[in-house]
Protein backbone atom coordinates (compact mmCIF):
# COMPACT_ATOMS: atom_id res chain seq x y z
CA UNK A 1 0.00 0.00 0.00
CA UNK A 2 1.73 3.43 -1.17
CA UNK A 3 1.10 6.76 0.83
CA UNK A 4 -1.06 9.45 -0.41
CA UNK A 5 1.54 11.82 -1.94
CA UNK A 6 -1.19 14.56 -2.77
CA UNK A 7 -0.14 17.35 0.33
CA UNK A 8 3.26 16.50 -0.02
CA UNK A 9 5.52 19.47 0.49
CA UNK A 10 9.39 18.59 -0.78
CA UNK A 11 10.29 22.24 0.56
CA UNK A 12 9.32 21.77 3.98
CA UNK A 13 10.41 18.10 4.01
CA UNK A 14 14.21 19.28 2.67
CA UNK A 15 14.18 22.03 5.60
CA UNK A 16 13.09 19.46 8.03
CA UNK A 17 16.30 17.53 7.41
CA UNK A 18 18.26 20.27 7.15
CA UNK A 19 17.12 21.60 10.50
CA UNK A 20 17.22 17.99 12.14
CA UNK A 21 20.98 17.73 10.89
CA UNK A 22 22.50 21.52 12.10
CA UNK A 23 20.56 20.10 15.67
CA UNK A 24 22.72 17.17 15.46
CA UNK A 25 26.04 18.66 14.39
CA UNK A 26 25.86 21.63 16.79
CA UNK A 27 27.94 21.94 19.63
CA UNK A 28 27.33 23.59 22.82
CA UNK A 29 30.29 25.75 23.76
CA UNK A 30 29.40 27.16 27.27
CA UNK A 31 27.05 27.23 30.04
CA UNK A 32 25.86 29.70 32.47
CA UNK A 33 23.23 29.68 35.30
CA UNK A 34 21.55 32.82 35.81
CA UNK A 35 22.55 35.00 39.45
CA UNK A 36 20.97 33.08 42.09
CA UNK A 37 19.52 35.95 43.57
CA UNK A 38 16.78 36.51 40.58
CA UNK A 39 14.01 35.74 41.86
CA UNK A 40 11.89 34.50 38.64
CA UNK A 41 13.35 31.39 37.09
CA UNK A 42 16.24 30.91 39.94
CA UNK A 43 17.25 27.83 37.96
CA UNK A 44 17.48 29.64 34.54
CA UNK A 45 20.39 28.97 32.39
CA UNK A 46 22.07 30.30 29.13
CA UNK A 47 23.62 28.26 26.46
CA UNK A 48 26.25 29.57 24.11
CA UNK A 49 26.12 27.70 20.93
CA UNK A 50 28.67 27.18 17.60
CA UNK A 51 25.81 28.58 15.77
CA UNK A 52 26.16 31.71 17.18
CA UNK A 53 23.00 31.91 19.41
CA UNK A 54 22.51 32.31 23.05
CA UNK A 55 19.46 30.51 24.42
CA UNK A 56 17.95 30.85 27.68
CA UNK A 57 16.35 27.53 29.55
CA UNK A 58 14.59 27.12 32.44
CA UNK A 59 15.29 24.29 34.43
CA UNK A 60 11.70 23.54 36.33
CA UNK A 61 10.24 23.75 32.25
CA UNK A 62 13.04 21.06 30.66
CA UNK A 63 12.82 18.66 33.90
CA UNK A 64 8.97 18.84 33.27
CA UNK A 65 9.22 17.99 29.58
CA UNK A 66 11.67 15.32 30.19
CA UNK A 67 9.30 14.02 32.52
CA UNK A 68 6.76 13.36 29.65
CA UNK A 69 8.94 12.81 27.09
CA UNK A 70 9.22 9.18 25.14
CA UNK A 71 11.31 7.55 23.06
CA UNK A 72 8.42 6.35 21.14
CA UNK A 73 8.30 9.54 19.30
CA UNK A 74 11.75 8.51 16.96
CA UNK A 75 14.21 10.72 18.71
CA UNK A 76 17.33 9.25 21.12
CA UNK A 77 17.04 12.37 23.15
CA UNK A 78 14.49 15.47 23.88
CA UNK A 79 14.90 19.15 21.42
CA UNK A 80 14.21 21.48 24.10
CA UNK A 81 12.99 24.99 22.49
CA UNK A 82 14.72 27.58 24.36
CA UNK A 83 12.05 30.13 26.74
CA UNK A 84 14.05 33.16 24.64
CA UNK A 85 17.11 33.11 22.10
CA UNK A 86 19.20 35.81 19.92
CA UNK A 87 21.26 35.36 17.01
CA UNK A 88 24.78 36.81 19.09
CA UNK A 89 27.31 36.25 17.08
CA UNK A 90 28.66 35.89 12.99
CA UNK A 91 29.84 32.53 13.89
CA UNK A 92 30.41 30.50 16.92
CA UNK A 93 29.63 31.80 20.40
CA UNK A 94 32.62 30.48 22.83
CA UNK A 95 31.31 32.10 26.07
CA UNK A 96 29.47 33.20 28.06
CA UNK A 97 29.05 35.09 31.72
CA UNK A 98 26.77 36.84 33.92
CA UNK A 99 28.60 40.80 34.85
CA UNK A 100 27.06 41.83 37.79
CA UNK A 101 24.01 39.98 40.29
CA UNK A 102 20.39 40.07 40.03
CA UNK A 103 18.23 42.08 38.15
CA UNK A 104 20.88 44.50 37.05
CA UNK A 105 23.30 41.84 36.00
CA UNK A 106 24.38 42.40 32.10
CA UNK A 107 24.77 38.99 30.16
CA UNK A 108 27.81 38.87 27.96
CA UNK A 109 29.03 37.07 25.50
CA UNK A 110 32.04 36.63 22.70
CA UNK A 111 32.48 34.83 19.63
CA UNK A 112 34.49 33.94 16.90
CA UNK A 113 33.47 37.27 14.92
CA UNK A 114 35.87 39.06 17.59
CA UNK A 115 33.17 40.65 19.40
CA UNK A 116 31.55 41.26 23.40
CA UNK A 117 28.17 41.91 22.99
CA UNK A 118 26.23 42.33 26.73
CA UNK A 119 22.42 42.28 27.52
CA UNK A 120 20.62 43.57 30.25
CA UNK A 121 19.83 40.09 31.66
CA UNK A 122 16.00 41.19 32.69
CA UNK A 123 15.36 42.74 29.50
CA UNK A 124 16.76 39.58 27.49
CA UNK A 125 15.06 37.13 29.84
CA UNK A 126 11.78 38.84 30.02
CA UNK A 127 11.41 40.51 26.44
CA UNK A 128 8.28 39.61 24.50
CA UNK A 129 9.73 39.97 21.40
CA UNK A 130 11.19 36.16 21.56
CA UNK A 131 7.73 34.45 21.27
CA UNK A 132 6.87 30.83 20.65
CA UNK A 133 4.89 30.89 17.68
CA UNK A 134 3.15 27.48 16.78
CA UNK A 135 5.91 25.42 18.88
CA UNK A 136 8.60 27.47 17.42
CA UNK A 137 10.42 29.98 19.23
CA UNK A 138 11.81 33.08 17.36
CA UNK A 139 14.63 35.43 17.46
CA UNK A 140 14.38 37.45 20.10
CA UNK A 141 15.76 41.34 18.83
CA UNK A 142 16.43 42.67 22.03
CA UNK A 143 19.83 45.31 21.15
CA UNK A 144 23.03 44.85 22.71
CA UNK A 145 23.67 47.61 25.53
CA UNK A 146 27.63 47.09 24.82
CA UNK A 147 29.17 45.96 22.26
CA UNK A 148 33.08 45.49 22.01
CA UNK A 149 35.21 45.07 18.87
CA UNK A 150 38.84 43.42 18.88
CA UNK A 151 40.99 45.82 17.56
CA UNK A 152 42.94 44.96 14.00
CA UNK A 153 46.26 45.05 13.61
CA UNK A 154 48.11 47.01 10.98
CA UNK A 155 50.13 45.07 8.53
CA UNK A 156 52.60 46.49 5.42
CA UNK A 157 50.78 49.41 3.59
CA UNK A 158 48.19 49.62 6.36
CA UNK A 159 46.66 46.47 5.37
CA UNK A 160 44.69 45.24 8.69
CA UNK A 161 44.67 41.64 9.92
CA UNK A 162 41.95 39.82 10.05
CA UNK A 163 39.34 40.02 12.81
CA UNK A 164 40.68 37.56 15.73
CA UNK A 165 38.22 35.68 17.62
CA UNK A 166 37.47 35.95 21.36
CA UNK A 167 37.80 32.56 22.81
CA UNK A 168 37.14 33.31 26.42
CA UNK A 169 36.62 35.75 28.83
CA UNK A 170 36.27 36.99 32.55
CA UNK A 171 34.50 39.94 34.46
CA UNK A 172 35.62 41.66 37.58
CA UNK A 173 32.67 43.95 38.65
CA UNK A 174 34.71 45.56 41.14
CA UNK A 175 37.33 47.19 38.94
CA UNK A 176 34.32 47.39 36.26
CA UNK A 177 36.55 44.93 34.02
CA UNK A 178 35.81 42.49 31.12
CA UNK A 179 38.86 40.40 30.21
CA UNK A 180 39.55 38.55 26.81
CA UNK A 181 41.47 36.15 25.71
CA UNK A 182 41.59 36.71 21.87
CA UNK A 183 43.12 34.81 18.88
CA UNK A 184 45.86 37.29 18.36
CA UNK A 185 48.18 36.24 21.02
CA UNK A 186 46.90 38.86 23.56
CA UNK A 187 44.70 39.31 26.16
CA UNK A 188 42.60 42.90 26.50
CA UNK A 189 40.86 44.43 29.40
CA UNK A 190 37.85 46.82 28.67
CA UNK A 191 36.28 49.22 30.66
CA UNK A 192 32.69 48.14 30.61
CA UNK A 193 31.24 51.77 30.93
CA UNK A 194 33.65 53.62 28.14
CA UNK A 195 33.36 50.27 26.18
CA UNK A 196 37.39 51.21 25.52
CA UNK A 197 40.54 49.25 26.19
CA UNK A 198 42.25 50.13 29.26
CA UNK A 199 45.74 47.46 28.82
CA UNK A 200 46.70 45.09 26.02
CA UNK A 201 48.44 41.95 27.87
CA UNK A 202 51.26 40.65 25.45
CA UNK A 203 53.83 38.00 25.82
CA UNK A 204 52.31 34.65 24.58
CA UNK A 205 53.34 33.28 20.95
CA UNK A 206 50.10 31.51 20.22
CA UNK A 207 46.46 32.58 20.37
CA UNK A 208 44.92 32.11 24.05
CA UNK A 209 42.57 29.87 25.26
CA UNK A 210 41.20 30.76 28.34
CA UNK A 211 41.53 33.94 30.59
CA UNK A 212 40.45 33.63 34.68
CA UNK A 213 40.71 37.40 37.00
CA UNK A 214 42.34 37.51 40.30
CA UNK A 215 41.19 40.37 41.81
CA UNK A 216 42.50 39.85 45.19
CA UNK A 217 45.86 40.30 43.63
CA UNK A 218 44.66 42.34 41.10
CA UNK A 219 46.11 40.09 38.19
CA UNK A 220 44.49 37.93 35.57
CA UNK A 221 46.09 34.31 34.01
CA UNK A 222 46.14 33.34 30.66
CA UNK A 223 46.55 30.32 28.94
CA UNK A 224 47.74 29.92 25.49
CA UNK A 225 47.79 27.26 22.44
CA UNK A 226 51.99 27.95 23.26
CA UNK A 227 51.99 25.67 25.99
CA UNK A 228 52.40 28.15 28.68
CA UNK A 229 50.19 29.78 31.04
CA UNK A 230 50.62 33.04 32.30
CA UNK A 231 50.15 35.58 35.09
CA UNK A 232 49.78 39.46 34.70
CA UNK A 233 49.63 42.69 36.54
CA UNK A 234 46.80 44.47 36.00
CA UNK A 235 48.79 47.75 36.83
CA UNK A 236 51.20 47.57 34.71
CA UNK A 237 50.18 44.51 32.35
CA UNK A 238 53.54 42.90 32.60
CA UNK A 239 53.68 39.32 32.79
CA UNK A 240 55.35 38.41 36.84
CA UNK A 241 55.11 34.38 36.42
CA UNK A 242 55.09 32.14 33.50
CA UNK A 243 53.77 28.61 33.88
CA UNK A 244 54.73 25.24 32.24
CA UNK A 245 57.55 24.35 29.94
CA UNK A 246 58.45 27.07 26.92
CA UNK A 247 59.76 24.24 25.04
CA UNK A 248 58.32 24.02 21.68
CA UNK A 249 58.71 20.11 21.21
CA UNK A 250 56.89 19.24 24.13
CA UNK A 251 54.28 21.78 24.59
CA UNK A 252 50.48 20.68 24.86
CA UNK A 253 48.11 23.53 25.20
CA UNK A 254 46.69 25.15 28.48
CA UNK A 255 43.09 24.53 27.30
CA UNK A 256 41.36 26.03 30.48
CA UNK A 257 42.11 27.31 34.07
CA UNK A 258 39.74 27.52 37.01
CA UNK A 259 40.45 29.11 40.66
CA UNK A 260 39.42 28.16 44.26
CA UNK A 261 37.26 30.77 45.77
CA UNK A 262 40.23 31.77 48.23
CA UNK A 263 42.09 32.84 44.54
CA UNK A 264 45.27 30.58 45.86
CA UNK A 265 44.94 27.32 44.17
CA UNK A 266 44.78 27.07 40.36
CA UNK A 267 43.96 23.85 37.92
CA UNK A 268 45.09 23.97 34.75
CA UNK A 269 44.11 21.68 32.21
CA UNK A 270 46.68 20.87 29.37
CA UNK A 271 46.19 18.07 27.52
CA UNK A 272 45.51 14.69 29.06
CA UNK A 273 46.54 16.36 32.77
CA UNK A 274 45.30 18.54 35.21
CA UNK A 275 48.44 20.53 37.17
CA UNK A 276 47.24 22.22 40.80
CA UNK A 277 49.26 25.14 41.88
CA UNK A 278 49.56 26.87 45.42
CA UNK A 279 49.97 30.70 44.06
CA UNK A 280 51.03 32.17 47.12
CA UNK A 281 54.06 29.33 47.14
CA UNK A 282 54.10 29.55 43.21
CA UNK A 283 54.49 25.30 43.43
CA UNK A 284 52.60 22.98 42.03
CA UNK A 285 51.82 20.67 44.38
CA UNK A 286 50.21 17.67 42.17
CA UNK A 287 49.64 16.34 38.61
CA UNK A 288 46.41 14.04 38.00
CA UNK A 289 46.21 12.48 34.49
CA UNK A 290 42.89 12.10 32.60
CA UNK A 291 41.91 9.35 29.97
CA UNK A 292 41.41 12.36 27.55
CA UNK A 293 42.24 16.03 26.72
CA UNK A 294 41.41 17.89 29.40
CA UNK A 295 38.56 20.73 28.21
CA UNK A 296 37.14 22.65 31.08
CA UNK A 297 37.73 22.39 34.80
CA UNK A 298 36.34 24.23 37.79
CA UNK A 299 36.71 23.97 41.31
CA UNK A 300 33.47 23.06 43.79
CA UNK A 301 34.89 24.36 46.40
CA UNK A 302 38.07 21.57 47.99
CA UNK A 303 36.99 19.48 44.70
CA UNK A 304 38.18 19.98 41.00
CA UNK A 305 35.40 19.22 37.99
CA UNK A 306 36.82 18.71 35.01
CA UNK A 307 35.25 17.48 31.55
CA UNK A 308 36.60 16.73 28.35
CA UNK A 309 36.65 14.37 24.71
CA UNK A 310 35.10 12.09 26.39
CA UNK A 311 31.27 11.20 27.68
CA UNK A 312 32.21 11.48 31.27
CA UNK A 313 32.11 14.12 34.33
CA UNK A 314 34.75 13.77 36.88
CA UNK A 315 35.55 14.56 40.36
CA UNK A 316 39.00 14.55 42.06
CA UNK A 317 40.10 16.12 45.70
CA UNK A 318 43.17 18.37 45.74
CA UNK A 319 45.52 15.23 46.35
CA UNK A 320 44.34 13.83 43.16
CA UNK A 321 42.44 10.90 44.20
CA UNK A 322 39.25 10.72 41.97
CA UNK A 323 35.96 11.08 44.09
CA UNK A 324 33.60 10.10 40.79
CA UNK A 325 33.05 10.04 37.39
CA UNK A 326 29.38 10.22 35.82
CA UNK A 327 28.40 9.23 32.43
CA UNK A 328 27.48 12.36 30.08
CA UNK A 329 25.30 12.58 27.03
CA UNK A 330 27.57 14.30 24.90
CA UNK A 331 30.30 12.30 23.47
CA UNK A 332 32.95 15.42 23.92
CA UNK A 333 32.49 17.76 26.67
CA UNK A 334 33.13 21.14 26.35
CA UNK A 335 32.20 22.87 29.09
CA UNK A 336 30.94 22.53 32.95
CA UNK A 337 28.79 25.18 34.69
CA UNK A 338 27.88 24.66 38.83
CA UNK A 339 24.79 26.45 40.30
CA UNK A 340 25.02 27.31 43.83
CA UNK A 341 23.11 24.75 45.04
CA UNK A 342 25.54 22.17 43.34
CA UNK A 343 23.48 21.21 40.36
CA UNK A 344 25.86 20.96 37.47
CA UNK A 345 25.12 22.09 33.50
CA UNK A 346 27.31 20.21 30.89
CA UNK A 347 27.69 21.11 27.37
CA UNK A 348 28.87 19.44 24.49
CA UNK A 349 28.68 18.22 21.04
CA UNK A 350 25.84 17.36 19.41
CA UNK A 351 23.95 20.52 21.05
CA UNK A 352 23.50 18.68 24.09
CA UNK A 353 22.75 19.00 27.55
CA UNK A 354 22.81 17.29 30.75
CA UNK A 355 21.93 18.70 33.87
CA UNK A 356 22.97 16.51 37.02
CA UNK A 357 21.93 16.78 40.73
CA UNK A 358 24.22 16.63 43.32
CA UNK A 359 24.01 13.77 43.99
CA UNK A 360 24.72 12.34 40.54
CA UNK A 361 21.61 11.81 38.98
CA UNK A 362 20.19 13.29 35.33
CA UNK A 363 17.31 15.73 35.79
CA UNK A 364 17.03 16.13 32.12
CA UNK A 365 18.96 15.62 29.12
CA UNK A 366 18.53 17.77 25.93
CA UNK A 367 19.43 18.78 22.57
CA UNK A 368 19.50 22.65 22.62
CA UNK A 369 17.58 23.65 19.51
CA UNK A 370 17.51 27.50 18.77
CA UNK A 371 16.56 29.64 15.69
Known sequence: MYGDATNWNEDEYRES????????????????WAPPERISNPDA???????????????????????????????????????????????PAYDVKFYGEDKDALLLSCGDDG??????????????VSLHLQGVCTENHVK????????????????????????????????GSVFTAAGDSCAYCWDVESGKIKMTFKG??????????????????????DGTARIWD????????????????????????????SESWLVCGQGKNLALWNLPASECVST??????????????KQILTVGAEPVLRRFDLNGALLSQIH????????????????????????LVDVISQFGSHLCTFRSSSL
Open 328 to 351: CAPCSVFSISLHPAGVVAVGGYGG
Open 234 to 261: CKTGKCVKVIGSQDKKSRLRVSSMALDG
Open 144 to 175: PLLELTNPQHKGPWGALSPMPEINAMSVDPQS
Open 204 to 225: HSDYLHTVVSRSSANQILTGSE
Open 45 to 91: FVVASSDGTLAFHSLNSLVSQSASFGYSKGHDVMVAEPERVVRAHDG
Open 288 to 301: ISIPAHVQDVMFDE
Open 115 to 128: RVRGWKWREFSESD
Open 17 to 32: ILKEREIQTRTVFRTA
